[in-house]
């Protein structure tokens, strides 16, 4: 057996006129990005004569980005290109939720648990994680964001959970 991929047609949603893609989808990705800022910035103040108001940045980069976006999706109908790759969401997903976990569990579980929790959530991304290892970095980096966040930054966080603590 090869250990070549095999050389069918790849079957794809795409229609036929898409040469690229994957710039086609790239393209039209960012101009979805792009339609969703200008949405966002559309109740912010605009530019007043010369003075900037706040939402003349953000809509100066939407519109670049739309512009862009638009640039790359035709790239992908003109141009031969590659087909869209495999991805795998298993490291996204993990590291997601390790952020969504560590901001919802930092008030009631504290720093360190949280911390620790959210860093095992994370590592569980890879099929390489060897977890000995895991839990000795997860145990480092918790000690040092317990000794950084407080005493070297002066934020007040909680340390422990509340149920802890009363």
């Known amino acids: 057996m090869s250990d070549m991929p095999s ?5 794809s949603i795409l229609p036929t006129w898409v040469r690229g893609p994957q710039d086609f989808v790239g393209g039209l990705a960012m101009m979805a ?4 800022a200008l949405w966002a910035s559309s109740d912010l103040q605009g530019m007043h004569g010369f ?3 706040a939402g003349t940045a953000p809509r100066m980069f939407a519109v670049l980005l739309l512009l862009l976006g638009g640039a790359v999706a035709l790239v992908g109908v003109m141009r031969d290109g590659p087909q869209i790759a495999a991805y795998s969401w298993r ?6 939720a390790a952020i969504v976990f560590f901001a919802v569990a930092i008030r009631p579980l504290g ?3 949280s911390a620790f929790a959210a860093f095992l959530i994370a590592a569980m991304g890879s099929h390489e994680t060897k977890w000995i290892e895991a839990i000795i970095v997860g145990g480092c980096l918790t000690l ?4 950084l966040f407080p005493y070297v930054l002066g934020l ?5 959970p509340r149920f802890l603590i009363q």
């Open 7 to 11: 050389e069918a047609p790849v079957k």
């Open 33 to 36: 990005v792009a339609v969703f």
């Open 51 to 53: 003075s900037f108001g």
């Open 91 to 96: 490291g996204p997903l993990f590291v997601s």
């Open 111 to 113: 720093l360190v648990v």
């Open 144 to 147: 040092g964001c317990a000794l």
């Open 156 to 160: 007040p966080m909680p340390m422990f």
